[in-house]
């Protein structure tokens, strides 16, 4: 064994130093006895111990016995590296210990270091020594299945032999030895027929074996008990559970339910599931086994049958698939077989000796055919007849010879049976076919110049049958249709091209169609100076411009005459437009305005010219009115008053008013206008007045007022002096103490009480005679005097004295005019 003839081994001696006085002396290999002294180390797996267990005895000859200066370590494996705490050695002593079992199937062997170290120091004494320690494999591991329990489904129909079922074992003890060596064995099944043994690939692999066949109808699972058992000691095992599931197949063939069938069918006529033949077969039913797949072996020569599956109940269903003919035969045999979609399986085992497959089962099949009433029938069943379009009606074009092998023919009628176009009529009696209309070739009803009508004879059985026969009228052609153009529009370029082809067209056959020659219809010669036409003969023309013509449509007569130079008028309208590099004509593209730089400073030009122009305007007539500055009468608060109302008070209270011109809190001096910064005030005065008058008015009682409101009114003062006018604004703002009173006051009025109000009161006064002839003083204005004042100066000796007392209170009050 390697371990302990490992663990035998001497260590190697260390080359010694090569000592020398001079280093051009060559050094020396000195041999040296060896220095470790190890005894046997065996370890076997799972070891019961006791532990620890010595295992081994370590000595250096490098150390003295007698001086204990030294001290064993050992490492490696089991000791400092996993798996550890396995090994263990005394220090002093050098014996190597055990300390619990090992599993040789998780660790297989163990590499271990021996040092010798000097106690002192820590030095190595000598070189270290490593060895690889094996374990001694032992059988303690039974055979284990890769798959303990498998599953196959296979096939009646499969031969005796191998089986597609495959059985891996692996063991874990030490491989090539008797501990994993393994052997498969079949240790029962049930049940117990088909037999199923196995065939043994090599130690670790086995396949199943059949013997015999599979029969579905006794057997349709086995489960077989596999074993697998290696050769150590004691010999260990374990097993695997195949099963079996046998899947039907075509093991037995359909056989009919009846030895023969008998069915009829009448005569000339198509007819399906005429029969029905039943089978009966053993197998699972909707299988490629169970199907059954019909033939008709003998009888059905002419054609006459054929036979399907129904696919749910398996009966054959027989099918006349051609009319027959009773007077040619009245009972027709046929033979039919029948057998399985898959093939049918007879077991071949070596047991069942020479077995043959047998024949499809076969049965015969008698059809009656029973006589019916035939039709009559026609010479020929389809007759040419030929004539020209456009003919006078009432020609014969075809009488018919009909037979009948039933009836008699002189009983017979004929009938119309197809005559899309109403262009004819059959005589009853005769057959004879007439025409009723002229017949136009370019008709609708006509494909390639041919008429077809279908007329029928019936004769007088029971039931009466129709027999049918097809009369093709080929019309010959005449010249009746002019020439038309292909396209009565057409495009031409006038980018690019100069002519434009015309195309044209005729109903007619050739020699009454094309080519064609086309000209112009020109009465008075203008359009000749336009247009002209070349090529002028063939299919198609060229439409050519002779000068350039602006854009637009254009309406061109022509004639198109075919070969015998029958010609027909016909207008081409030509649209000459651009068509860019297609061929069509562009569209229009929509219209899209985008401003440069030049464009918006051309914009901005003309903004300035007219603020400019506007400027000079206002120029112009602020001089006029600075000159003449009416004045007018200020236009106080818009209110509406109604007067012909009797009861409450005033609906609002007006402000005076002053014939002075209104130039919002400015001064006007020397006929010019200067504007103070006073309207945002006044404006606001205004608007806080007029929220008052509206609350006051909206009252019904007495309240307490919740905010602070002020009253203001508005006191207007003029004043004149030295050719100028002062209009001036001031605000008097009422102390927030009088508003309760002023409340009061208006309350009065709201209810009636009028005593106390100096707002106007209705007052009725005596009538005292025409009223005065003087014009009344509303017609008076002094807006009209202008802005100059001057006539102030002078009032007349009736105002002077007025105006001198005025003048000196003024002085006396130190009052700036």
Request: charged letters at 25%.
């Amino acid at each position: 064994m390697r371990a302990v003839a490992l663990l035998l081994l001497v260590a190697f001696a260390a080359l010694s130093d090569a000592h020398g006085r001079n280093r051009s002396k060559r050094e020396l290999l000195l041999r040296s006895k060896r220095r470790w002294v190890l005894s046997t180390i065996e370890l076997t797996e799972e070891d019961p111990g006791p532990y620890p267990k010595t295992i081994s005895q370590m000595f250096n000859d490098k150390t003295d016995k007698d001086r204990n200066d030294h001290e064993y370590v050992l490492s490696g494996t089991g000791v400092n590296v996993e798996p550890m705490g396995v090994f263990h050695i005394n220090k002093d002593t050098g014996e190597v210990y055990v300390l619990r079992p090992v599993d040789r199937e998780k660790t297989p062997f163990f590499h271990i270091k021996f040092d010798i170290l000097n106690k002192n120091t820590g030095q190595p004494i000598d070189r270290q020594l490593s060895f690889d320690v094996e374990i001694k494999d032992i059988n303690d591991n039974a055979p284990n299945f890769n798959k303990p329990r498998i599953t196959e489904n296979i096939k009646e129909n499969t031969p005796e032999g191998t089986l597609p079922v495959r059985l891996e074992a692996s063991d874990m003890d030490q491989m090539n030895t008797l501990n994993s060596n393994i052997t498969f064995r079949v240790v029962s099944q049930k049940p117990s027929e088909p037999k199923i043994t196995l065939t043994q690939i090599d130690s670790r692999m086995a396949h199943l074996q059949l013997i015999g066949c599979f029969d579905y109808d006794k057997v349709k699972t086995l489960d077989v008990i596999v074993e697998a058992r290696d050769h150590g000691t004691p010999s260990l095992s374990s097993t695997a559970v195949v099963t079996i599931n046998v899947v039907d197949t075509n093991t037995h063939p359909p056989v009919f339910k009846s030895n023969k069938y008998e069915g009829k069918v009448e005569e000339a006529t198509k007819q399906r599931g005429i029969l029905k033949l039943e089978v009966e077969d053993k197998d699972t039913p909707q299988t490629p086994g169970w199907r059954a797949k019909y033939t008709i072996v003998k009888g059905n020569e002419g054609g006459l049958f054929e036979i399907e599956t129904d696919p749910n109940t398996n009966e054959g269903i027989l099918n006349v698939i051609k009319e027959s003919d009773f007077e040619r035969t009245e009972l027709l045999t046929l033979e039919i077989s029948v057998e399985n979609e898959e093939p049918l399986f007879v077991c071949k085992a070596a047991s069942a000796g020479d077995v043959k497959v047998p024949p499809p089962a076969s049965v015969k099949v008698t059809v009656e055919i029973v006589d019916i009433n035939d039709p009559p029938y026609f010479d020929k069943p389809t007759n040419d007849v030929y004539q020209k379009e456009e003919e006078e009606p009432g020609k014969v074009l075809f009488t018919p010879n009909v037979k009948d092998d039933d009836s008699d023919i002189n009983n017979i009628r004929y009938k119309l049976l197809y005559d899309p176009a109403k262009w004819m009529e059959i005589d009853k009696k005769t057959g004879q076919i007439k025409t009723v209309k002229k017949m136009d070739r370019e008709s609708p009803f006509v494909k390639d110049g041919i008429y077809n009508i279908t007329i029928g004879a019936i004769d007088d059985g029971n039931p009466p049958a129709t027999g049918t026969c097809t009369v093709l009228i080929h019309l010959r052609d005449i010249n009746d249709n002019t020439p038309k153009l292909v396209n009565n529009n057409v495009i031409l370029c006038g980018n690019k091209e100069e002519m434009v082809m015309i195309a044209a067209q005729d109903s007619d056959v050739h020699p009454y169609s094309g080519p064609f020659t086309f000209s112009l219809r020109d009465t008075d010669g203008t359009l000749k100076q336009r247009w002209k036409i070349k090529p002028d003969v063939g299919q198609e023309g060229g439409l050519i411009s002779l000068r350039t013509l602006p854009y637009g449509n254009y309406s061109v007569p022509l004639l198109i005459q075919d070969q015998q130079s029958i010609g027909g008028n016909n207008t081409v309208v030509v649209t000459i437009c651009d068509c860019g590099k297609s061929t069509v004509c562009l569209s229009p593209e929509p219209f899209t305005a985008s401003a440069g730089s030049s464009s918006i400073g051309a914009i901005f030009a003309a903004l300035l010219l007219f603020l400019l122009l506007l400027l000079a305007v206002i120029c112009k007539c602020g001089n006029n009115s600075l000159n003449h500055i009416p004045i007018v009468q200020d236009e106080g608060n818009q209110t509406l008053i109604k007067y012909n109302q009797e009861g409450g008070g005033a609906e609002c209270m007006t402000k005076p008013s002053l014939l002075l011109t209104s130039t919002n809190g400015g001064t006007t001096r020397d006929g010019r206008k200067q504007v103070s910064q006073t309207d945002a005030l006044i404006k606001d005065v205004n608007d806080k007045y007029k929220a008052d008058l509206y609350t006051l008015q909206n009252q019904s009682s007495m309240g307490t007022l919740g905010m602070h409101q002020r009253d203001a009114c508005q006191i207007y003062r003029g004043q004149n002096m030295n050719n100028s006018l002062r209009y001036q604004r001031s605000i008097n703002l009422q102390s927030q103490q009088h508003i309760a009173d002023h409340i009061g006051k208006r309350l009065q009025v709201i209810n009636g009480n009028h005593e106390n109000c100096p707002t106007y009161q209705p007052h009725q006064y005596a009538y005292e005679g025409q009223g005065s002839s003087c014009q009344t003083l509303d017609k008076i204005s002094v807006s009209n005097l202008g802005d100059d004042f001057q006539f102030l100066n002078d009032l007349g000796p009736k105002f002077k004295t007025l105006g001198n007392i005025c003048h000196e209170a003024v002085k006396e009050k130190n009052i700036k005019l």
